[in-house]
Structures are given as structure tokens and as C-alpha cells.
């Protein structure tokens, strides 16, 4: 969820003060609880206890079934890391692409969840979701479709120093932010930010992930509300829409009514649509969704996927049930992304974040995500005014892809 809600817990002491002072309550003074506590936060000491989906994985649960994984399908999958959190834990994602002699272009997918440790639901969702897409690979045609046709990394879980604040073996007392005690989702480039933080160590491990891949769809699952939240979160529509405002309302619309079909009472918390421009909930600036809209031309939306935060374990099927068929479709959107990606962003004078040792006076090609020709000329192509992005460059026979970026280094 965005937003940090303040709550004030006001202790009151029951028993009764009488004219004698304190009197020590009955032990039945208190009234029943009506919810039962401590909340189910059952957790899931190995990979056999994950068979229900109805638990929370350890930390070292989590990692031996991504290991697990990788080790029965290794013609399908492998585990990239996409870095280390500042306690040390493994920031993961499942890379789904089977291995075909089919060399076309399949375009890449990525969904990420729980970048807020305590928004915990979606971690779980993306872990039954890698399981069902890799189980269903040669036995449903319509998944071993999508997934010779797609390429798909899936982090589970993007913050695992929040979500394992109070140690490895339990969920419980899951915090929204990084060991630094920073908002991980108000921590990424934000070009029109007045004030720009360093970047945490969780969040450059992304942006690098991120930068070395060419993602042209993705998500990132939150939990606190039940809405599907697209660009932009810095801006209001009024004030600027994005792009693609239709096509996103569109496809947040499919993804709300699927998951009502199955369960009719969800993603109404925020407006009846279950849909809404970030912005016009409210701003936020430094998120990731943006982020890689803006800097990636990678179509991204925040799906907020449960209304509770540290949802009861028990509640895990029930949730599965009416998100995943969603989950699966929003996938399939990849290949039918609107003619125009590229985001609509003022042009100002850029600058090659060079990583590639291209030598100047090389003759270069500057190409967008989907292969257009954009420029050419002499390296480092000066004079070349385009919005900040990723681009492909292809130098001499080589080819990199390189940061187009707009804020001077
Ligand atoms: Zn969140």
C-alpha cells in the first residue's frame, strides 16, 4: 500500500476504580476478543509444509523452493539474484523462458511483489504463480503457449528485509521498510522530484536488474487496498495523463472483473471501478512504477491485491482462487501492448550514461526497445534530442544497451 496510515492504539485498563481505589479485575473482566489473536501467521519450515499454499515460507524455505525450482525445470527456468539486501538476504526472481530452437523475439515480462515487507500477500501469489507456470508447461496449451511465447522473471519478494524483520522463521512483525528504515517504493529516480535521495542498496540491485533486460510489461504487487493503480503516481491526470491512460483502464477493468467473477465483494475499497490513475489518489514521488515507465518505457502498474496487509495464512487459497486466473491474463497483455509504448516526457538536452566502451567516432545506430531506427551518425550521436529511456545501440558489430538519461551526472 502507499500510504502510511497512523494508528493510535489507545490502552485502555479495564477494571473498576471505586471509591476503595484499584480493584483487580476479575480474570472474565476483559470481553472476548472478536477476532481471534494472535492473527495466523503460520509459517512453513520447509517446502513440504508449502503444500497447501495456505502458510508463509521461512526465509530458507523460500529460498530452497526457488532452488527446487530451478533444479526440476532446468530447461525452463533458472534463478537470477538480483542482489542483496543491506542484512544480507538474497533478492531473487525466477527467469521462466524454456529453451526452444525457436530464436524469435519473445518479449520479456517481469512482476514483482512485497517491496513493502509487510504487504505480504503478493510475495505468496508469486510464488504459487511460478509453481503453476512451470507445472503447467506441456500439459496446459494455453500456458505452454504463453510461455513459449514470453519471456518471464517473477521476484517474490523484493524487500525481504522488511518482511523478515523479526528473524528467517516468521512473517510476524513484518515491517514496510528496508533495514535503513526507508520507503523502498518512494526511493527510486523520480525525474520530477524536487529533492533526490540516494538510491538503497535494494533498489540499485533493481535498477541494474532492470536496466539489463529489456521488460516491456510488468507490475508490482502491494497489499492495504484492492486497486489497480497505473501511472502516473507523480502527477494527477488533470495535471498530466499518461499515455496510455485508456488502455490502462482497460486493462485494469479486465483484471477487476475476472477476480470479481470468482469473488464478487473485492477491489472496492478505493472506488467502485477498482481502477484509478495513481495521481488522483494521491501523488507520490520515487516510486517504481514510475520509475520504470518514465526511464524504462516499460508499462508498469501497482496492483494493491488484498485489503489486509499481513493477510491470515489460512486466507491464502481463498485469495489465490480469485486473484491468479487475473494474475495469468495480465501476462498475456504483453502481446497486445498498445502501438505506442513510449512515454510522452518533455525532451531535454540528455546525456550517455555510458557503461560500453564504444570508441568515439564509431559509426553507431540508436534504436528504441522494439527495434525502430531512431538515429544515426558518429558516436556519441551529440545533437541526438530524444525523452530519457533505454535504447539499443548497435556500434561497429556490437550491440549495448544503453541509459538515456536526462539528469546530468
Ligand atoms: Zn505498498
Not at 524487500?159 to 512483525?173: C, I, L, S
Amino acid at each position: 500500500m502507499k500510504r502510511v496510515f497512523a494508528t493510535v492504539l489507545l490502552l485502555m485498563v479495564a477494571g473498576g476504580v471505586g471509591a476503595q481505589g484499584w480493584l483487580k479485575p476479575r480474570p472474565d473482566a476483559f470481553p472476548p476478543e472478536v477476532e481471534p489473536a494472535p492473527k495466523a501467521l503460520t509459517m512453513a519450515a520447509t517446502v513440504e509444509e508449502m503444500a497447501s499454499w495456505d502458510r508463509y515460507p521461512t526465509y530458507e524455505t523460500y529460498l530452497a523452493m526457488m532452488q527446487q525450482w530451478a533444479e526440476s525445470y532446468p530447461a525452463l527456468c533458472h534463478v537470477d539474484t538480483i542482489g542483496v539486501s543491506l542484512q544480507g538476504r538474497l533478492i531473487l526472481s525466477m527467469y521462466i523462458a524454456p529453451q526452444t530452437d525457436d530464436d524469435r523475439f519473445r518479449p520479456e515480462f517481469f512482476y514483482s511483489s512485497t517491496i513493502h515487507g509487510d504487504e505480504v500477500t503478493g510475495y505468496v501469489m508469486m510464488l504459487r504463480l511460478i509453481d503453476t507456470l512451470l507445472g503447467s508447461y506441456g500439459i496446459s496449451p494455453r500456458l505452454t503457449q504463453l510461455l513459449d511465447d514470453t519471456r518471464i522473471s517473477i521476484n517474490p519478494l523484493a524487500n525481504p528485509d522488511g518482511t523478515y524483520r523479526m528473524g528467517n522463521h516468521t512473517v510476524q512483525g513484518a515491517l514496510r521498510y528496508n533495514a535503513n528504515g526507508i520507503d523502498l517504493n518512494r526511493n527510486f529516480p523520480d525525474p520530477f522530484a524536487t529533492t533526490k535521495a540516494a538510491v538503497e542498496q535494494e533498489n540499485q540491485a533493481m535498477i541494474d536488474y532492470v536496466s539489463s533486460h529489456q521488460f516491456r510489461l510488468s507490475a508490482n504487487l502491494h497489499g492495504g487496498s484492492e486497486v489497480m493503480n497505473y501511472p502516473w503516481d507523480c502527477f494527477t491526470t488533470q495535471q498530466r495523463p499518461h499515455p496510455q491512460s485508456a488502455w490502462w483502464q482497460e486493462v485494469g477493468r479486465r483484471f477487476v472483473d475476472t477476480c470479481r467473477s470468482y469473488s464478487p465483494n473485492h477491489f472496492n475499497d478505493v472506488n467502485s471501478s477498482g481502477v484509478i490513475a495513481g495521481g488522483d489518489w494521491y501523488v507520490i514521488h520515487g516510486g517504481r512504477q514510475d520509475y520504470m515507465n518514465y526511464y524504462h518505457q516499460c508499462l508498469e502498474m501497482t496492483m494493491e491485491v488484498s485489503l489486509a496487509k499481513l493477510l491470515a495464512s489460512e486466507r491464502l487459497p481463498e485469495y489465490w482462487r480469485f486473484l491468479a486466473p487475473s494474475l495469468i491474463n495480465y501476462i498475456f497483455e504483453i502481446h497486445n501492448l498498445p502501438d505506442a509504448v513510449g512515454v510522452q516526457v518533455p525532451e531535454k538536452e540528455v546525456r550517455w550514461r555510458t557503461t560500453a566502451d564504444i570508441p568515439a567516432g564509431t559509426q553507431a545506430s540508436l534504436y528504441d526497445l522494439t527495434g525502430r531506427l531512431l538515429a544515426s551518425g558518429r558516436w556519441p550521436l551529440e545533437g541526438c534530442r530524444l525523452p530519457a529511456g533505454v535504447y539499443l545501440v548497435k556500434a561497429g558489430n556490437q550491440c549495448f544497451k544503453q541509459f538515456f538519461s536526462s539528469d546530468a551526472q
